[in-house]
Each structure stands twice: as structure tokens, then as C-alpha cells.
């Protein structure tokens, strides 16, 4: 090989080496995700809540959940949200929306029943509104977890 051309296939090296550290360390934008979504539950000192969703990510990827929910606390009631909405922080992609969320809930409802909280999982939180129907009032603590349907 030509002695020229040797130390010219080294600097091309060098600097393609180079670009693709460059572009590693470019952070992450956050994705704004959504999440809508509706579900039924019963409280007698246990809280059970389960459902389902759709999480959308700006860009348009979208993932269907399962959502559900386990508390304990002094809480008893039977309700049903419909057409429910959340809302993600500190999302890079749709699968950081995947996982066990602690929650604290405190409600009250006869007839027209309601839930807003702010659930957290590590970096990523998640706000979550809701309406409905059903009778339910207490205080819980306890998991909501949002997995992939099937």
C-alpha cells in the first residue's frame, strides 16, 4: 500500500471513530406521551382497580396497556372511569411508560365519581385525571401498574 495513503485511511478513521462519539453523547429530547384510558374498581380496606388504555407519543408511535391498580387503606366503594387521561414527564421512549408507579389517593364520590393524582416511577411521572360513576370514598397507597396488552 502506498506509504501516502497510509496515514490519510488513519485520519479518516480517526474522525469517523470520533463522529460517532459526537453523536452518543447528543441527549435525548423528552417525548410528550399520553395516555387515555378507562377502568372499574372495587374498595373494602383493599383497593383493586383494573382497565385498559392507549399511551400515544408525539411522532405518532402508540402502544395499547392493561392498567391496574392495588391499594391499602381505609377506602370502600365500587366505581367506573370512562374516557380518562394522563399525562408523562421525563419520557426518552414509549416503553419507559411500561412499569409499577407508586400512588396515594385520596377520594370521594357518590353518583359522579372523579380521580386526579400524580403517580411517579423513578424519573418518569405520570398526572392522571378521570371521571365516572360509582360510590367510593377513603384513603390508599399502594401500585398502579401499566404493562403491554396482549
Same mark, same amino acid.
Given at each position: 500500500?502506498?506509504? @501516502?495513503?497510509?496515514?490519510?485511511?488513519?485520519?479518516?478513521?480517526?474522525?469517523?471513530?470520533?463522529?460517532?462519539?459526537?453523536?452518543?453523547?447528543?441527549?435525548?429530547?423528552?417525548?410528550?406521551?399520553?395516555?387515555?384510558?378507562?377502568?372499574?374498581?372495587?374498595?373494602?380496606?383493599? @383497593?383493586?382497580?383494573?382497565?385498559?388504555?392507549?399511551?400515544?407519543?408525539?411522532?405518532?408511535?402508540?402502544?395499547?396497556?392493561?392498567?391496574?391498580? @392495588?391499594?391499602?387503606?381505609?377506602?370502600?366503594?365500587?366505581?367506573?372511569?370512562?374516557?380518562?387521561?394522563?399525562?408523562?414527564?421525563?419520557?426518552?421512549?414509549?416503553?419507559?411508560?411500561?412499569?409499577?408507579?407508586?400512588?396515594?389517593?385520596?377520594?370521594?364520590?357518590?353518583? @359522579?365519581?372523579?380521580?386526579?393524582?400524580?403517580?411517579?416511577?423513578?424519573?418518569?411521572?405520570?398526572?392522571?385525571?378521570?371521571?365516572?360513576?360509582?360510590?367510593?370514598?377513603?384513603?390508599?397507597?399502594?401500585?398502579?401498574?401499566?404493562?403491554?396488552?396482549?
Amino acid at each position: 500500500m502506498n506509504r @501516502k495513503v497510509l496515514p490519510l485511511l488513519g485520519a479518516l478513521a480517526c474522525a469517523v471513530a470520533l463522529a460517532g462519539t459526537a453523536q452518543a453523547q447528543v441527549p435525548e429530547r423528552d417525548l410528550d406521551c399520553r395516555l387515555d384510558y378507562s377502568l372499574t374498581g372495587w374498595s373494602l380496606i383493599y @383497593k383493586q382497580t383494573s382497565g385498559e388504555g392507549v399511551v400515544t407519543c408525539d411522532g405518532g408511535e402508540s402502544m395499547r396497556v392493561r392498567v391496574s391498580a @392495588k391499594a391499602l387503606g381505609l377506602t370502600v366503594g365500587r366505581w367506573q372511569i370512562d374516557n380518562g387521561t394522563g399525562h408523562f414527564t421525563d419520557v426518552r421512549r414509549i416503553q419507559d411508560v411500561l412499569g409499577t408507579y407508586v400512588q396515594a389517593s385520596a377520594n370521594i364520590g357518590l353518583v @359522579k365519581s372523579g380521580a386526579a393524582q400524580v403517580l411517579t416511577k423513578g424519573p418518569v411521572s405520570l398526572a392522571l385525571a378521570g371521571a365516572g360513576a360509582g360510590v367510593n370514598i377513603g384513603v390508599d397507597i399502594g401500585q398502579f401498574v401499566i404493562e403491554p396488552a396482549d
